[in-house]
Structure formats: structure tokens, C-alpha cells
């Protein structure tokens, strides 16, 4: 939209305020709310709000939340972890887009395309939608579940079979002419050449490079950086003539070991999010429904028969792969859509003269319905098997196994070090969150290992996956940033634990106000410790010292609970303070006594008795004369 007016913004804005919690509050998904508020806005419904040729361009600003979308997969995807999951990415994804691509391909031949043209039709539809299945998955669950993993690796592959796809579309023209254009070695050596210069980028100089923008401490650079980052990326490989989602994931994928990770993750994902929310509004306003009210038969026919055929191959592959029925039958129905990359790829074959117009239109309209089908053919799904489960429990468990919870430490200073020792020696996993670049760098070279952000950050606390986590530790150095970060916890993650270091008296009220019950402050033990000592080296027997350091703790902390009640008050903790001061002296007087008492039970206890002198000894009674007995 080159001449955008406030106006167009503010209905689009509305647009994507409302219509997904609406949609949401119906259980339709948010996905379909999107795609309902485009078709309203679009140049089929009210003519005066968007014209086609701006629904055209809003598509293609918003297909860079896309971009964004596989920067962010990149980021989640670690070496090790890509690397287990290749048997599922080329084994079970090759798999379904061959099959998909034969059949579908097969159908089209029937249907009278040619032979090429056909096969050509059969793969770009064998594409399932990145953006829609992901958001699908996030919104319901499915993510965390092995069908869910299973689904992520069919889309990693479907996301890198689309890149030679656009790279090679002419050679899938009618005429050899045309053909002859796609067979350019210089351009597959710039698209080469691209790819080995992002990968030398990312594994040389992004770090670094978001180590000294860290170093800043200002926020709104960090975000430029992580936009020049994935902008920068996809303007290469477009360059090259290559996609630039592939770029931005494979920036991603090498940022995945970088302590920047989580704050870029972050900073992005509002980005992300709004974008992707603009991009199903502008697929819904690109829906050409005049095609669709010119033969509702025939496009509902092939949108119908494209989501069977998915669905069921998927279905077949995922029983293979020893998934139960409910959970293959899910994984079917999430990748049962047509794929953004469709819109790409036939808008480019309309150019290279592989497709007509008329049938690329109508072929978009048919993978424009089966996304709009997704969402509900889902929830008809899970109304369908709640019905037949009556207690409503999952037909499968396939969730992450125990030993995939961690803890989140909040601060790696000197206190949250400590706690992430302990831990790594017991071997249970844990997330540190620092918000000093510095200290990060610092405790990389003894060996430890934190991840950059501000932990206070909703959005980085749930990049950090708290809602999964087993316990939530503060050891934050600045106050408010950890009451932020404890609130939020409490108030959206109220079955996760937090342990809590607190500063001073005021912060351990504090963060009682916010619902945090297991609090230690930070120098209370060691002061005791280095107390207990003092009163040692000053002749005091152990004991003693002992009984003085147990009676002021148990004092003190009654004391702190007392004070909790008015801490607002700063003339009441002055008066209980000052005759706290007699109160102690009171006990430690009354401890010495009750010391004392004990000392001299002890003592007599121990003492032995001592035999009477035989002169002492108690005669035997004497008898008794009989004339005074009767008296």
C-alpha cells in the first residue's frame, strides 16, 4: 500500500484487536477469526474499504512474518536437537510430500493438465502452511505432544523442498523455451554462494555482534539488531533469488547456542505475532469469492478433496510411525491445509507460463478454503472424541517425559550460581536468565553457562518455557525487576514454585504482598553463621552460642511476619523496633535463666548418693509390751 492512510491502519488494527478473542471465545481458533475479518474487509464484501490490489500488497509486507516465524523455529532448533530429529525430517517428511505430490499430481493429469504442469500442481499443493499448522498446534497443545514433533519435522521439510521449487519453476513450463531459462548456473552458484555466506556470517560475527550491542544495555538496540539480523538475511538470499524464510532459518539455527537466544526470541516474537496476524487477514481478503459463487461445487469439491487426500496419507504415515489413532489422525488434520509457499509458487507460475491465470486463481481460492477448514475440521475433531470419552482424558500420552522439566533461575550472580551448581551436580536441568552481557561472557569461561535477557520480561520468561518448569528461582539483584517477574509467575503460572531471595526486610514483605511464601534473605544466614562464631572465638561454649543463634533467628523471623502487617507504616516499624530491642533482652535474659535451671537439674541428676554411717543405721522396731497392745 503505497499511499496507506490512518484509516486503513486503524481498520486493520481493529480487525486484529477483535476478531481473534472472538474467535477464540467461540472455539473456532484464532487462525479463522483472522481469515473472517480479511473476507469482511477484503474487495469481495465492502468494496470501499480494500481494493484488491491492496489486499496483493498487504500480503507481501505481511508474508515477512513468515520470515520472522522460521528465524524464531531456527532459534528453538539446536544442533543436537536437529540432528536427532533428521530420521523424522527426511525419512517421514520426504515421505509425505512424495506420496502427497504422486497423488495429487495424478488427479491433476486426470483432470487434463500436462504432464509436467501436473506434477508441478501435485508438489506445490503437497505443501502444508507453516504459519497456520504452528499456530494451530501452539493454540491447542499439539507442540508439545510426539505427534506434534512429528508435524514440526514434516514442515522443516516441506519449508526446504519449497526452495528448490521456486528456484527451478520454469522448468516446469510447457515449452522448451521456457524451460531453458530455469537452467541458469550462474544463478544456482549466487543461491550456493548465499547460503555459505549466511552460514559464515552466523557462525563468525552474529554473536560477537550481539555481545557488544548487549554491552549497550539499551534495549531498543538489541531489537534493531534482531531485525537488521533476519532483514539483512532475507535481502541476501532474495538476491540470490532464493527464499528468504530459508535464510532467516538458517540464521536462526546458528543462533540457536547463543546467549542471546531467549532476548532475541523475545524481542521478536510481538513482531512476529502482529505480522502473521496480518497475513491471515490479507489471505482472507484476497479470497476471490466471485470464483467461488461462480462454481461452489466444483471449488468446495477440490478443497474437500485436497484435505481428504492429505489427511489420509498423513494419517497412513503416521500409524507407521507408531503413533496411536487419535494422535495420527490429528497429525493429518493440522497439515491437511495448502501452504503459504502455494501463493508464492503460483503467482511465480503464472509468470514463467506454466500455469494460466484462471487456473492459478482458482487453485489459490482451493488452498485459501482448506486453511479456513483447518481450524474447524479440528474442532469438530475434538468435540467428535470428547463425546466418545465421556471423562474427556487424552486418547494419548505423549507428552515430554519428567526428565525434560527444569528450573528457571532468574539472576546468575553470585547467589543463583550457587543454586545452578548444585543442581548441575544432582543433574537436574535448569535455564539461567542474566541481564549482564557481561556476566554472561564471565561465567562462559569458568564453564557455566546463562542465556542473556531480562528476566523480568513476560515474554522472556515464557521463551524460557516457565509455564513447563518444575520451580521458578529469584535471585535477582534489582527489587522491582524481581517483583515483576514474580507477579507475572504467580499470576499466570500459579502451579509453578518460587523460591525467592530477598534483599532486604522490605523486599521479603514485598514479595509476601505478591504471594511468594518461600523467601530467604540474602545475608540473614550468613550474618547468624558469622554471629555463632563471633560469640565462639569469645569463649561462649558451643552450646550457648548455639541456643543465642537459634533464639534470635526464631525471634526475628516471628518478628518479620509481625511486621508484615503494617511494613507501610514507617512510624510503627521505628516504635517495634525500638522496643524490640528490651523484648530480646528480655529473652536472652530469660534463655540464660532457663540455661541455668537446666545446668543445675543436669548437675544434681549426675551427683551421687553417699550410704548412711552405720551408727545412723535405722534400728528394727521394738516389740511392743502385750499389756499395751489392747490401749
Known amino acids: 500500500m503505497p499511499h496507506v492512510t490512518l484509516y486503513e491502519v486503524v481498520l486493520l488494527l481493529a480487525a486484529m484487536a477483535i476478531a481473534p478473542p472472538l474467535a477464540r471465545r467461540f472455539g473456532i481458533g484464532t487462525v479463522l477469526g483472522y481469515l473472517l475479518a480479511g473476507i469482511l474487509l477484503g474487495p469481495h464484501v465492502f468494496r470501499h474499504f480494500f481494493t484488491a490490489y491492496d489486499a496483493h500488497e498487504i500480503l507481501e509486507l505481511s508474508e515477512f512474518g513468515i520470515v520472522l516465524l522460521l528465524f524464531l523455529i531456527g532459534l528453538e532448533l539446536r544442533p543436537k536437537r536437529l540432528w536427532a530429529m533428521r530420521n523424522a525430517i527426511f525419512r517421514l517428511g520426504g515421505a509425505q510430500v512424495l506420496l502427497t505430490g504422486l497423488v495429487l499430481a495424478a488427479a491433476a493429469a486426470v483432470a487434463g493438465l500436462g504432464a509436467k504442469t501436473a506434477l508441478f500442481v501435485g508438489l506445490v499443493l503437497a505443501l502444508s502452511s507453516t504459519a497456520f499448522a504452528l499456530q494451530l498446534m501452539e ?20 519449508d526446504l523442498a519449497a526452495i528448490p521449487l521456486i528456484a527451478f519453476v520454469p522448468l516446469f513450463a510447457t515449452t522448451v523455451a521456457e524451460a ?67 535464510g532467516a532459518f538458517i540464521a536462526g539455527a546458528l543462533l540457536a547456542e547463543s546467549s542471546y537466544r531467549h532476548q532475541l526470541e523475545a524481542d521478536l516474537q510481538p513482531f512476529q505475532g502482529l505480522l502473521l496476524g496480518l497475513f491471515f487477514t490479507a489471505v482472507g481478503m484476497s479470497m476471490d469469492l466471485t470464483i467461488l459463487l461462480a462454481n461452489p461445487g466444483k471449488v468446495l469439491l477440490l478443497a474437500a478433496a485436497l484435505v481428504v487426500t ?58 485459501t478454503i482448506s486453511m479456513a477448514a483447518t481450524p474447524l475440521l479440528l474442532q469438530l475433531e475434538k468435540i467428535v472424541t470428547e463425546r466418545r470419552r465421556p471423562d474427556g482424558l487424552p486418547a494419548y500420552d505423549d507428552m515430554l517425559p519428567a526428565k525434560d522439566e527444569h528450573v528457571v533461575i532468574a539472576g546468575f550472580g553470585r547467589y543463583g550460581q550457587i543454586v545452578a551448581r548444585i543442581l548441575r551436580g544432582k543433574k537436574i536441568p535448569f535455564i539461567a536468565l542474566e541481564i549482564s552481557s557481561e556476566q554472561v561472557h564471565l561465567v562462559q569461561k569458568f564453564g557455566s553457562r546463562a542465556f542473556y535477557g531480562d528476566a523480568s520480561r513476560p515474554e522472556i520468561l515464557e521463551a524460557a518455557q516457565i509455564g513447563k518448569a518444575r520451580a521458578f528461582v529469584i535471585a535477582i539483584d534489582d527489587i522491582e525487576a524481581s517483583l515483576r517477574a514474580a507477579e507475572y509467575v504467580r499470576t ?51 552450646r550457648e552460642s548455639d541456643r543465642v543463634i537459634e533464639t534470635f533467628r526464631a525471634h526475628d523471623e516471628r518478628r518479620l511476619m509481625e511486621d508484615y502487617a503494617h511494613y507501610s507504616d514507617v512510624e510503627k516499624l521505628q516504635a517495634k523496633a525500638r522496643s524490640d530491642v528490651a523484648t530480646l533482652e528480655q529473652l536472652f535474659a530469660e534463655d540464660a535463666e532457663e540455661q541455668a535451671r537446666e545446668a543445675a537439674d543436669a548437675r544434681a541428676a549426675a551427683r551421687p548418693v553417699k550410704p548412711l554411717p552405720s551408727a545412723q543405721k535405722a534400728a528394727p522396731p521394738a516389740e511392743v509390751p502385750a499389756n499395751e497392745r489392747s490401749s
Open 139 to 158: 493454540e491447542q497443545g499439539d507442540l508439545a505432544t510426539r505427534h506434534g514433533r512429528l508435524g514440526f519435522a514434516v514442515l522443516l521439510f516441506q
Open 180 to 246: 531453458s531459462r530455469g537452467m541458469d548456473l550462474a544463478a544456482t552458484a549466487r543461491g550456493v554462494g548465499a547460503i555459505v555466506s549466511v552460514v559464515l556470517i552466523g557462525h563468525f560475527a552474529l554473536d560477537k555482534m550481539l555481545r557488544l550491542v548487549a554491552r549497550t544495555q539499551v534495549k531498543e538496540a538489541m531489537t534493531a539488531a534482531g531485525l537488521l539480523t533476519v532483514v539483512g538475511v532475507a535481502m541476501l538470499m532474495q538476491m540470490a533469488g532464493l527464499s528468504a524464510a530459508l
Open 310 to 367: 492429505k489427511t489420509l496419507i498423513l494419517y497412513g504415515l503416521g500409524r507407521l510411525s507408531g503413533l496411536e489413532p487419535r494422535a495420527a489422525r490429528r497429525l493429518g488434520l493440522l497439515l491437511s491445509q495448502g501452504g503459504e509457499f502455494a501463493f508464492v509458487l503460483l503467482t511465480a507460475s503464472v509468470a514463467a507460463n506454466v500455469l494460466s491465470d484462471p487456473v492459478s486463481d482458482l487453485l489459490i481460492l482451493v488452498v
Open 492 to 542: 499466570r503460572h500459579p502451579e509453578v514454585p518460587i523460591f525467592a531471595r530477598a534483599r532486604n526486610r522490605n523486599h521479603a514483605h514485598q514479595l509476601l504482598d505478591v504471594g511468594v511464601t518461600s523467601i530467604q534473605r540474602e545475608t540473614f544466614l550468613s550474618a547468624l553463621e558469622t554471629t555463632r562464631e563471633i560469640l565462639v572465638g569469645l569463649g561462649y561454649a558451643e
